[in-house]
């Protein structure tokens, strides 16, 4: 393999998981994203749920729906990774893949050269990808077990007994449910970094065309924007409101 070909096949993987990575921490950490509402939206929620008795009932039944939707997303991706594994791991199709990947443009080696990266590499990175995001949706599911306890018991529902055990655990329930909302972005995000991965097995030149396609669909479904505002001064506008109001809220209470 000519050193041409290895820089070739190293900065297109490094650009295209960077370009990956970058966009989803970008919209963690970005006030007007999506993550940062549901944040600020799901505090309220709490708030309201364990100082409203007939809510209660309400916030446990959401956990369960939550519960659902993260268990039937991790079972698809048990189920799918096991038949792709079988699929892949066959020698004759790993031999396919990497004369495969030797034609790729990125590449362009000849029909006895080596690739850099075998097609049973790549295949490992994306078993630890689809580990990882098995693991968050599975630590999601397991937080949201513990909720319906939380918010039966530390409710603030006028008795002095209630309003001590809200004092001592309502923000911790405030907390864990927040903390559920971040498990499932990571691991829905990264369910979704699985397909580049994957098509990374068929060279690099896929791995970088699924990684831009990607990036550019979770850039539009993770900002939140309002139908009559495309970018700039509606968003931080918008955000600013928000947190005016929240801050209101919290005044009130």
């Not at 939206?41 to 309201?48: Q, S």
Request: glycine share 6%; proline share 2%.
């Amino acid at each position: 393999m000519t050193k041409h070909s290895e820089a070739g096949e190293i900065a297109t993987v490094v650009v295209s998981y960077v370009v990956l990575v970058s966009v989803i921490v970008y919209w963690v950490v970005r006030s007007n994203g999506m993550f940062s509402h549901n944040t600020r939206i799901r505090r309220l929620w709490c708030n309201e749920i364990l100082n409203t008795k007939s809510d209660a009932l309400l916030g446990v039944q959401t956990f369960r729906n939550n519960v659902m939707a993260s268990s039937f997303i991790a079972t698809i991706m048990a189920g799918a990774g096991f038949a792709f594994l079988d699929w892949a791991s066959d020698p004759t199709r790993i031999d396919s893949l990497n004369n495969q990947a030797k034609s790729d443009p990125l590449t362009a080696l000849e029909a006895d050269g080596q690739v850099l990266i075998s097609a049973n590499a790549k295949l490992y990175v994306c078993i630890m990808v689809s580990f990882f995001s098995f693991y968050c949706m599975t630590q999601n599911i397991r937080l949201l077990s513990h909720l319906g306890y939380f918010y039966r018991t530390a409710g603030n529902y006028g008795s002095p007994e209630s309003a001590s055990l809200y004092n001592e655990f309502g923000q911790e329930a405030s907390e864990v449910t927040v903390r559920t909302q971040l498990y499932f972005m990571v691991g829905l995000r990264f369910f979704y970094v699985i397909i580049p991965t994957a098509m990374w097995l068929f060279g690099p030149t896929f791995l970088l065309v699924t990684s831009c396609v990607l990036a550019v669909l979770i850039w539009f479904a993770d900002a939140v924007v309002l139908p009559d505002f495309r970018f700039g001064k509606r968003a931080r506008h918008t955000s600013h409101q928000v947190k005016d109001e929240e801050n209101g809220t919290a005044l009130e209470k």
